[in-house]
Protein backbone atom coordinates (compact mmCIF):
# COMPACT_ATOMS: atom_id res chain seq x y z
CA UNK A 1 0.00 0.00 0.00
CA UNK A 2 1.60 3.36 -1.23
CA UNK A 3 -0.25 6.18 0.75
CA UNK A 4 1.02 9.69 -0.05
CA UNK A 5 1.30 11.20 3.41
CA UNK A 6 4.59 12.85 3.32
CA UNK A 7 3.23 16.58 2.91
CA UNK A 8 1.44 16.34 6.47
CA UNK A 9 -1.74 14.74 6.36
CA UNK A 10 -2.96 13.98 10.36
CA UNK A 11 -4.88 10.46 9.10
CA UNK A 12 -4.77 6.62 10.38
CA UNK A 13 -5.37 4.10 8.07
CA UNK A 14 -6.01 0.81 9.24
CA UNK A 15 -5.79 -2.69 7.66
CA UNK A 16 -8.73 -5.23 9.03
CA UNK A 17 -7.94 -8.89 8.96
CA UNK A 18 -11.32 -9.89 8.17
CA UNK A 19 -12.40 -10.17 4.68
CA UNK A 20 -9.14 -8.43 3.28
CA UNK A 21 -8.76 -10.78 0.40
CA UNK A 22 -11.64 -11.37 -1.51
CA UNK A 23 -12.90 -10.49 -4.55
CA UNK A 24 -14.02 -6.79 -3.21
CA UNK A 25 -12.92 -4.74 -0.22
CA UNK A 26 -14.88 -1.72 1.70
CA UNK A 27 -13.39 1.25 2.10
CA UNK A 28 -14.68 3.20 4.97
CA UNK A 29 -13.51 7.25 5.03
CA UNK A 30 -14.12 9.21 8.23
CA UNK A 31 -13.61 12.80 8.41
CA UNK A 32 -13.47 15.29 11.60
CA UNK A 33 -14.11 18.34 10.29
CA UNK A 34 -12.96 21.89 11.81
CA UNK A 35 -14.74 23.96 13.56
CA UNK A 36 -15.59 26.45 10.91
CA UNK A 37 -17.10 24.59 9.03
CA UNK A 38 -20.46 25.43 8.02
CA UNK A 39 -23.08 24.14 9.70
CA UNK A 40 -25.36 23.88 6.82
CA UNK A 41 -22.82 22.31 4.35
CA UNK A 42 -22.15 18.67 3.44
CA UNK A 43 -18.55 16.98 2.58
CA UNK A 44 -17.88 14.90 -0.42
CA UNK A 45 -15.15 12.82 -1.49
CA UNK A 46 -14.13 13.86 -5.11
CA UNK A 47 -11.60 11.15 -6.79
CA UNK A 48 -10.89 8.58 -9.63
CA UNK A 49 -13.86 7.13 -9.43
CA UNK A 50 -17.88 7.05 -10.87
CA UNK A 51 -19.06 7.67 -7.18
CA UNK A 52 -16.57 10.02 -6.97
CA UNK A 53 -17.67 12.09 -9.86
CA UNK A 54 -14.02 10.83 -11.89
CA UNK A 55 -12.30 14.05 -10.82
CA UNK A 56 -14.61 16.25 -12.74
CA UNK A 57 -17.86 16.85 -10.82
CA UNK A 58 -19.35 16.12 -7.51
CA UNK A 59 -21.66 13.74 -8.89
CA UNK A 60 -21.38 11.20 -6.20
CA UNK A 61 -24.05 11.15 -2.61
CA UNK A 62 -22.89 13.05 0.25
CA UNK A 63 -20.81 10.90 3.36
CA UNK A 64 -22.94 10.18 5.91
CA UNK A 65 -23.10 13.06 9.02
CA UNK A 66 -22.30 10.92 12.15
CA UNK A 67 -22.33 13.43 14.51
CA UNK A 68 -21.32 17.41 14.61
CA UNK A 69 -17.77 17.07 13.46
CA UNK A 70 -17.18 13.89 12.02
CA UNK A 71 -18.34 12.45 8.12
CA UNK A 72 -18.04 8.59 6.86
CA UNK A 73 -18.53 7.00 3.88
CA UNK A 74 -18.36 3.40 2.78
CA UNK A 75 -17.70 2.12 -0.63
CA UNK A 76 -17.09 -1.63 -1.92
CA UNK A 77 -14.41 -1.46 -4.71
CA UNK A 78 -13.18 -4.73 -6.57
CA UNK A 79 -9.37 -5.92 -5.20
CA UNK A 80 -6.64 -3.88 -6.03
CA UNK A 81 -8.65 -0.90 -6.87
CA UNK A 82 -6.12 1.86 -7.36
CA UNK A 83 -7.81 4.65 -5.19
CA UNK A 84 -7.30 8.72 -5.38
CA UNK A 85 -9.32 11.07 -4.02
CA UNK A 86 -9.66 14.90 -2.05
CA UNK A 87 -12.12 15.79 0.69
CA UNK A 88 -14.52 18.67 -0.15
CA UNK A 89 -17.57 20.21 1.20
CA UNK A 90 -19.26 19.53 -2.54
CA UNK A 91 -16.82 21.22 -5.16
CA UNK A 92 -13.46 22.13 -5.87
CA UNK A 93 -12.89 25.67 -4.38
CA UNK A 94 -14.49 24.21 -1.25
CA UNK A 95 -11.62 21.79 -0.41
CA UNK A 96 -9.90 20.05 2.57
CA UNK A 97 -6.38 21.54 3.84
CA UNK A 98 -3.80 19.86 5.99
CA UNK A 99 -1.61 22.09 7.17
CA UNK A 100 -0.69 26.08 8.69
CA UNK A 101 0.16 27.21 5.05
CA UNK A 102 -3.10 26.83 3.17
CA UNK A 103 -1.21 24.47 1.07
CA UNK A 104 -3.45 22.63 -1.57
CA UNK A 105 -2.69 18.56 -0.54
CA UNK A 106 -2.43 15.66 -2.98
CA UNK A 107 -4.73 13.55 -3.41
CA UNK A 108 -4.63 10.84 -0.77
CA UNK A 109 -3.94 8.11 -3.00
CA UNK A 110 -3.62 4.05 -2.49
CA UNK A 111 -4.17 0.21 -3.69
CA UNK A 112 -7.35 -1.24 -2.27
CA UNK A 113 -6.16 -4.44 -1.35
CA UNK A 114 -8.15 -5.42 1.97
CA UNK A 115 -10.78 -3.44 4.17
CA UNK A 116 -9.60 -0.44 4.86
CA UNK A 117 -10.30 2.75 7.14
CA UNK A 118 -9.18 6.00 6.22
CA UNK A 119 -9.63 8.86 8.94
CA UNK A 120 -8.43 12.34 8.01
CA UNK A 121 -8.48 15.54 10.27
CA UNK A 122 -8.62 18.52 7.51
CA UNK A 123 -7.32 21.50 9.66
CA UNK A 124 -9.19 24.42 7.54
CA UNK A 125 -10.95 24.68 4.08
CA UNK A 126 -9.05 25.95 0.86
CA UNK A 127 -12.61 28.41 0.70
CA UNK A 128 -12.48 29.95 4.24
CA UNK A 129 -8.68 29.59 4.46
CA UNK A 130 -8.11 32.30 1.16
CA UNK A 131 -4.46 32.21 2.57
CA UNK A 132 -2.98 36.03 0.99
CA UNK A 133 -5.43 36.27 -1.82
CA UNK A 134 -6.82 39.44 -2.03
CA UNK A 135 -10.67 39.11 -3.67
CA UNK A 136 -12.63 35.95 -4.84
CA UNK A 137 -10.79 33.06 -6.01
CA UNK A 138 -12.49 29.08 -7.47
CA UNK A 139 -10.51 25.84 -7.60
CA UNK A 140 -10.45 23.62 -10.43
CA UNK A 141 -8.24 20.97 -9.56
CA UNK A 142 -6.30 18.01 -11.26
CA UNK A 143 -7.98 19.83 -14.96
CA UNK A 144 -6.79 16.96 -17.96
CA UNK A 145 -6.60 17.42 -21.34
CA UNK A 146 -6.63 14.58 -24.51
CA UNK A 147 -3.60 16.71 -25.15
CA UNK A 148 -1.29 16.74 -22.36
CA UNK A 149 0.63 14.16 -20.24
CA UNK A 150 -0.25 15.69 -16.91
CA UNK A 151 -3.02 17.26 -15.20
CA UNK A 152 -3.12 20.89 -13.35
CA UNK A 153 -4.63 22.76 -10.95
CA UNK A 154 -6.28 25.89 -12.53
CA UNK A 155 -7.33 29.07 -9.95
CA UNK A 156 -10.07 31.71 -11.24
CA UNK A 157 -9.65 34.98 -9.55
CA UNK A 158 -13.19 37.03 -9.85
CA UNK A 159 -13.21 40.87 -9.84
CA UNK A 160 -14.64 43.04 -6.98
CA UNK A 161 -18.10 43.64 -8.91
CA UNK A 162 -18.87 39.99 -9.83
CA UNK A 163 -21.74 38.94 -7.35
CA UNK A 164 -22.58 42.15 -7.29
CA UNK A 165 -23.97 42.67 -10.99
CA UNK A 166 -24.61 39.89 -12.47
CA UNK A 167 -25.73 40.65 -15.50
CA UNK A 168 -21.98 42.02 -16.12
CA UNK A 169 -19.62 39.96 -18.34
CA UNK A 170 -15.73 39.76 -18.14
CA UNK A 171 -12.38 39.98 -20.37
CA UNK A 172 -10.34 37.14 -18.72
CA UNK A 173 -6.47 37.05 -18.80
CA UNK A 174 -4.69 33.20 -19.18
CA UNK A 175 -1.86 33.62 -16.55
CA UNK A 176 1.23 31.00 -16.68
CA UNK A 177 2.68 29.44 -13.92
CA UNK A 178 -0.42 29.46 -11.60
CA UNK A 179 0.86 28.61 -8.68
CA UNK A 180 3.09 31.79 -8.06
CA UNK A 181 0.96 34.49 -9.44
CA UNK A 182 -1.94 35.15 -6.49
CA UNK A 183 -0.14 33.12 -3.90
CA UNK A 184 3.17 31.03 -3.75
CA UNK A 185 2.06 27.60 -3.86
CA UNK A 186 4.88 25.75 -5.18
CA UNK A 187 7.56 25.56 -7.45
CA UNK A 188 10.44 28.06 -7.30
CA UNK A 189 10.32 32.02 -7.30
CA UNK A 190 8.17 34.03 -5.40
CA UNK A 191 4.84 35.33 -6.19
CA UNK A 192 3.71 37.57 -8.25
CA UNK A 193 0.86 39.49 -6.38
CA UNK A 194 -1.52 39.74 -9.48
CA UNK A 195 -4.93 39.49 -7.03
CA UNK A 196 -3.28 42.60 -5.08
CA UNK A 197 -2.19 44.34 -8.44
CA UNK A 198 -5.45 43.99 -10.38
CA UNK A 199 -7.85 44.79 -6.94
CA UNK A 200 -5.95 48.05 -6.53
CA UNK A 201 -6.30 49.34 -10.68
CA UNK A 202 -9.32 48.15 -10.84
CA UNK A 203 -10.27 50.12 -7.62
CA UNK A 204 -8.96 53.32 -8.60
CA UNK A 205 -10.67 52.80 -12.48
CA UNK A 206 -7.54 52.56 -13.85
CA UNK A 207 -8.36 49.19 -15.86
CA UNK A 208 -11.82 47.65 -16.61
CA UNK A 209 -12.55 44.94 -14.49
CA UNK A 210 -11.42 41.01 -15.65
CA UNK A 211 -11.05 37.69 -14.85
CA UNK A 212 -7.86 35.78 -14.37
CA UNK A 213 -7.04 32.91 -14.71
CA UNK A 214 -3.88 30.96 -13.54
CA UNK A 215 -2.69 27.82 -15.31
CA UNK A 216 -0.72 25.87 -13.00
CA UNK A 217 2.79 24.35 -14.62
CA UNK A 218 3.91 20.90 -14.65
CA UNK A 219 7.12 18.93 -14.80
CA UNK A 220 6.73 19.11 -18.55
CA UNK A 221 7.09 23.30 -17.79
CA UNK A 222 10.10 24.15 -20.22
CA UNK A 223 8.48 21.90 -23.28
CA UNK A 224 5.14 22.81 -22.72
CA UNK A 225 5.99 26.72 -22.75
CA UNK A 226 8.17 26.63 -25.67
CA UNK A 227 7.83 26.06 -29.94
CA UNK A 228 8.07 22.10 -29.03
CA UNK A 229 5.16 19.70 -30.21
CA UNK A 230 4.50 19.67 -26.58
CA UNK A 231 3.78 23.76 -26.11
CA UNK A 232 1.53 23.48 -29.25
CA UNK A 233 -0.55 20.85 -28.03
CA UNK A 234 -0.44 23.62 -24.10
CA UNK A 235 -1.59 26.51 -26.28
CA UNK A 236 -4.09 23.68 -28.02
CA UNK A 237 -5.50 22.96 -25.06
CA UNK A 238 -6.16 26.69 -23.59
CA UNK A 239 -7.82 27.55 -26.54
CA UNK A 240 -9.73 24.36 -27.20
CA UNK A 241 -10.06 22.84 -23.57
CA UNK A 242 -9.64 25.17 -20.97
CA UNK A 243 -11.21 28.41 -22.82
CA UNK A 244 -15.03 26.66 -23.53
CA UNK A 245 -14.74 25.65 -20.01
CA UNK A 246 -13.91 29.07 -18.39
CA UNK A 247 -16.69 30.33 -20.48
CA UNK A 248 -19.17 28.28 -19.76
CA UNK A 249 -18.87 28.51 -15.78
CA UNK A 250 -18.24 31.79 -15.61
CA UNK A 251 -19.66 35.23 -17.02
CA UNK A 252 -16.94 36.04 -19.56
CA UNK A 253 -16.87 38.07 -22.95
CA UNK A 254 -15.71 35.30 -25.04
CA UNK A 255 -14.96 36.92 -28.52
CA UNK A 256 -10.93 37.46 -28.67
CA UNK A 257 -11.15 41.13 -28.27
CA UNK A 258 -11.26 40.64 -24.79
CA UNK A 259 -8.70 37.25 -23.96
CA UNK A 260 -5.60 38.14 -22.91
CA UNK A 261 -2.68 35.99 -22.22
CA UNK A 262 0.33 36.64 -19.94
CA UNK A 263 3.37 34.84 -18.56
CA UNK A 264 7.64 35.46 -17.56
CA UNK A 265 10.53 33.89 -19.10
CA UNK A 266 8.94 30.84 -20.91
CA UNK A 267 5.16 31.34 -19.53
CA UNK A 268 6.16 35.19 -21.84
CA UNK A 269 7.39 32.92 -25.26
CA UNK A 270 4.32 30.40 -24.70
CA UNK A 271 1.98 33.74 -24.63
CA UNK A 272 3.40 35.12 -27.71
CA UNK A 273 2.86 31.60 -29.11
CA UNK A 274 -0.56 31.99 -28.32
CA UNK A 275 -1.51 35.37 -30.05
CA UNK A 276 0.56 33.44 -33.28
CA UNK A 277 -0.94 29.84 -33.60
CA UNK A 278 -4.88 31.01 -32.50
CA UNK A 279 -5.36 34.45 -34.09
CA UNK A 280 -8.97 34.13 -34.10
CA UNK A 281 -9.68 33.33 -30.14
CA UNK A 282 -6.78 35.80 -28.32
CA UNK A 283 -5.64 39.32 -29.62
CA UNK A 284 -3.82 40.42 -26.76
CA UNK A 285 -0.49 39.07 -24.49
CA UNK A 286 1.90 40.63 -22.22
CA UNK A 287 5.42 38.73 -23.00
CA UNK A 288 8.10 39.20 -19.68
CA UNK A 289 11.11 38.96 -19.87
CA UNK A 290 10.36 36.18 -22.56
CA UNK A 291 12.12 33.38 -23.71
CA UNK A 292 12.87 33.72 -27.45
CA UNK A 293 16.21 32.35 -26.67
CA UNK A 294 15.29 28.90 -25.42
CA UNK A 295 12.49 28.33 -28.67
CA UNK A 296 12.46 25.10 -29.50
CA UNK A 297 10.14 26.03 -32.29
CA UNK A 298 12.24 29.38 -33.45
CA UNK A 299 9.34 31.60 -33.10
CA UNK A 300 11.71 35.30 -34.39
CA UNK A 301 12.75 33.01 -37.77
CA UNK A 302 8.85 33.19 -38.44
CA UNK A 303 8.53 36.41 -37.57
CA UNK A 304 11.31 37.65 -40.49
CA UNK A 305 9.31 36.45 -43.08
CA UNK A 306 5.86 37.39 -41.70
CA UNK A 307 4.32 39.36 -38.66
CA UNK A 308 0.85 39.93 -40.86
CA UNK A 309 -1.00 36.79 -38.43
CA UNK A 310 -0.63 39.28 -35.53
CA UNK A 311 -2.32 42.46 -37.03
CA UNK A 312 -5.10 44.04 -35.13
CA UNK A 313 -3.65 42.56 -32.00
CA UNK A 314 -1.95 44.26 -28.43
CA UNK A 315 1.54 43.02 -27.39
CA UNK A 316 3.35 44.17 -24.22
CA UNK A 317 6.98 43.18 -24.46
CA UNK A 318 9.75 43.96 -22.00
CA UNK A 319 12.95 42.89 -20.32
CA UNK A 320 15.27 43.36 -17.76
CA UNK A 321 19.35 43.74 -18.03
CA UNK A 322 20.76 41.75 -15.14
CA UNK A 323 21.46 37.64 -14.61
CA UNK A 324 19.61 35.72 -17.01
CA UNK A 325 16.97 38.58 -18.50
CA UNK A 326 20.70 40.47 -19.88
CA UNK A 327 21.16 36.63 -21.71
CA UNK A 328 17.27 37.22 -22.95
CA UNK A 329 17.44 40.95 -23.94
CA UNK A 330 19.18 40.48 -27.17
CA UNK A 331 16.42 38.32 -28.93
CA UNK A 332 13.67 40.70 -26.91
CA UNK A 333 14.73 43.44 -29.14
CA UNK A 334 15.15 41.61 -32.23
CA UNK A 335 11.06 40.83 -31.48
CA UNK A 336 10.85 44.14 -30.99
CA UNK A 337 12.35 45.23 -33.95
CA UNK A 338 10.09 42.93 -36.02
CA UNK A 339 6.98 44.32 -34.38
CA UNK A 340 7.51 47.73 -34.81
CA UNK A 341 7.41 47.52 -38.28
CA UNK A 342 4.02 46.49 -38.13
CA UNK A 343 2.03 49.75 -37.51
CA UNK A 344 -1.68 47.01 -37.73
CA UNK A 345 0.00 45.98 -34.17
CA UNK A 346 -1.01 47.76 -30.82
CA UNK A 347 2.35 47.46 -29.85
CA UNK A 348 4.62 48.62 -26.06
CA UNK A 349 8.05 47.74 -25.80
CA UNK A 350 9.76 48.05 -22.09
CA UNK A 351 13.29 47.62 -21.16
CA UNK A 352 14.54 47.58 -17.20
CA UNK A 353 18.58 47.53 -16.84
CA UNK A 354 18.39 47.00 -13.09
CA UNK A 355 15.86 44.58 -13.58
CA UNK A 356 16.98 40.51 -12.66
CA UNK A 357 14.97 37.22 -13.90
CA UNK A 358 12.57 36.58 -10.91
CA UNK A 359 9.07 37.11 -9.61
CA UNK A 360 9.89 40.31 -7.46
CA UNK A 361 10.73 41.94 -10.64
CA UNK A 362 7.77 41.11 -12.41
CA UNK A 363 5.66 41.91 -9.48
CA UNK A 364 7.38 45.44 -9.10
CA UNK A 365 6.20 46.35 -13.07
CA UNK A 366 3.16 44.16 -13.70
CA UNK A 367 0.68 47.65 -13.22
CA UNK A 368 1.94 48.23 -16.77
CA UNK A 369 1.28 45.42 -18.84
CA UNK A 370 -2.16 45.02 -16.90
CA UNK A 371 -3.14 48.76 -17.91
CA UNK A 372 -2.18 48.25 -21.16
CA UNK A 373 -3.83 45.06 -21.86
CA UNK A 374 -7.67 46.31 -19.96
CA UNK A 375 -7.08 50.28 -19.43
CA UNK A 376 -9.81 52.11 -20.30
Excluded at 14 to 35: D, E
Excluded at 77 to 100: I, W
Excluded at 280 to 309: H, N, P, W
Aim: proline content about 5%.
Amino acid sequence: MNVRAAFGYIFLLVLLSAGGYGQYVTVTIKVIVPLQTPAHDTVLVIGNQPMWGNWIYPRGARMRRENDSTWIQESRFHTHTQLSFKVTRGSYYKEALYDNKGQTPPAVTFNAIADTIVVLRPSAWNDLYQRSITGTVRYHHNFGSVFLKYTRDVTVWLPPSYFKTPAKRYPVLYAHDGQNIFDHTGGAGDEWHMDEVADSLIRKGAVEEFIIVGIANTRDRMIEYSGAPEGYNYVKFIATELKPFIDKEYRTRSDKMNTAAIGSSMGGLISFYMLWLYPEVFSKAACLSSGFYFDDGDITRQLEKSTARLAGSRIYLDCGGLDLDSDFLPSNEHVRDLLQNNRSIGFQYRYFPNDSHNEYAWAKRLYMPLVFLFGK
